[in-house]
């Protein structure tokens, strides 16, 4: 489904106002850090690499989704698991100074058509139009962007891009890249490549390794960073080429040691509405030459 625009909007200012797990101000406090993080010992899974409990760890909920069943919630929605993110989990390394994510889905990263294996589509889910390419591929993308300067727009995307075109040197294509403002979504908005910082991509999506986790080296030293100040973090998941919804979550405020603080959203909203647009044009463009 399509949303249009104003609703797009709508939804951003909803996602920002509905964050109950945040509180009025942020609240002051020395840096928390994960100490030294061993990515060698990572499984794939979220919930077990990135444990809530552990010092360090900061859990962003996406508040789109119930606490209690919100399989039934996805299913009654029409919505794919495999794109659908539950969580979004930071740890940072202070002594390497990397910064490690891990997108967790209700699914396996990527899954479109929720079969249990992201590189097949179900003949159920192909008869209504849907693909699933493997390794993210196509115009499939899973996208973090990180605001450092919180002027209301992603200053760094990292993950693997909707445009191939702008694929990195990792595993999928995986890239830490300067945000190009190009008006197409942050999925197909990467632009000059930050080497100093490119990560890693640590698992290709799997029964096996179902999520999304990557990391950010040198993080302190992104353009913008100050540990005082935080910063936003926005995501999304999915493809303009099949028929579930993308999915966009977006946090105005994130600082090691503070809670993330409701902001406004309207200029993140923008990011938002773009991918909904491009979207809709690639959609009208793949009517109008099929025809």
């Not at 909920?61 to 919505?79: D, K, M, S």
């Not at 590189?119 to 973090?144: C, F, M, N, Y």
Request: proline share 8%.
């Amino acid at each position: 489904m399509i949303r249009p625009v104003r609703e797009r909007q709508a939804l951003g200012l909803l996602l920002m106002l509905g964050l109950g797990l945040m509180g009025p101000q942020a609240l002051a406090g020395p840096l928390i850090t994960a100490g030294p993080v061993n990515p060698a010992s990572f499984t794939g899974n979220v919930e077990v690499d990135f444990p809530s409990t552990k010092v360090g760890v900061i859990t962003l909920v996406n508040p789109r989704y119930p606490t209690q069943n919100p399989e039934a919630f996805i299913a009654q929605h029409g919505l794919s698991t495999g794109w659908s993110i539950k969580d979004i989990r930071l740890m940072y390394d202070d002594v390497a100074d990397r910064l490690f994510v891990g997108v967790n889905f209700f699914g396996i990263a990527g899954d479109a058509d929720s079969n249990g294996n992201p590189g097949t589509v179900s003949p159920q889910a192909a008869a209504k139009g849907a693909i699933d390419l493997p390794s993210l591929g196509g115009r499939e993308s899973i996208t973090v962007g990180l605001d450092m300067t919180k002027s209301g727009r992603p200053t760094i995307l990292a993950g693997v891009p909707g445009d191939k075109r702008q694929a990195g040197p990792g595993l999928n294509g995986f890239s830490v890249s300067a945000f190009a403002n190009v008006n197409a979504g942050i999925a197909n908005s990467y632009g000059l490549p930050l080497s100093l910082h490119q990560g890693t991509l640590y698992f290709d999506p799997s029964p096996q390794h179902p999520d999304f986790i990557f990391s950010i080296n040198n993080f302190s030293k992104l353009p913008g960073y100050d540990p005082d100040n935080g910063f936003g973090l926005i995501a999304f998941a999915g493809t303009p080429d099949d028929t579930f919804e993308e999915e966009g979550v977006l946090f105005s405020d994130v600082a090691f040691g503070r809670i993330p603080e409701p902001a406004t959203v309207l200029a993140w909203s923008v990011a938002l509405v773009a991918a909904a647009a491009w979207r809709h044009r690639s959609r009208r463009h793949a009517d109008r030459s099929a025809s």
